[in-house]
């Protein structure tokens, strides 16, 4: 099992930027795939982004491409994710979430450990 905990959310002026912050604990983290997901308010959780376990890979949303950068520290069991230019329409709960592979992907259902969000706000 490995356990998910969120940080660095807030609210932000579009144009801004904020870094998000996921900790893990439990099992060796190095060998869970990680991503990052978010929901809006009556919308469907969506992909962002997701990093293979030794962080060689990566994928990203059409929409964040460019804007958004996700990373890992296996020596600090940490998943980050850096978030450029933010614009109201990111305004989301965003959550971490692993699974014990080398990759997993797009798919939310793929994934079975959560965290418990972190919301990010951008103002117009």
């Known amino acids: 099992q490995v356990q998910l905990v969120e940080s660095g959310g807030g609210l932000v002026q579009a144009g801004g930027s904020l870094r998000l912050s996921c900790a893990a604990s439990?099992?060796?983290?190095?060998?869970?795939?990680m991503g990052w997901f978010r929901q809006a308010p009556g919308k469907e959780r969506e992909f962002v982004a997701a990093?293979?376990?030794?962080?060689?890979?990566?994928s990203y949303a059409d929409s964040v491409k460019g804007r958004f950068t996700i990373s890992r520290d296996n020596a600090k069991n940490t998943v980050y994710l850096q978030m450029n230019s933010l614009k109201p329409e990111d305004t989301a709960v965003y959550y971490c979430?692993?699974?014990?592979?080398?990759?997993?992907?797009?798919?939310?259902?793929?994934?079975?450990?959560w965290g418990q969000g972190t919301q990010v706000t951008v103002s117009s």
């Open positions: 979430a692993a699974d014990y592979a080398n990759w997993v992907g797009t798919r939310h259902a793929s994934y079975h450990h």
């Open positions: 439990g099992r060796t983290f190095s060998t869970y795939a």
């Open positions: 990093i293979s376990r030794s962080g060689g890979s990566t």
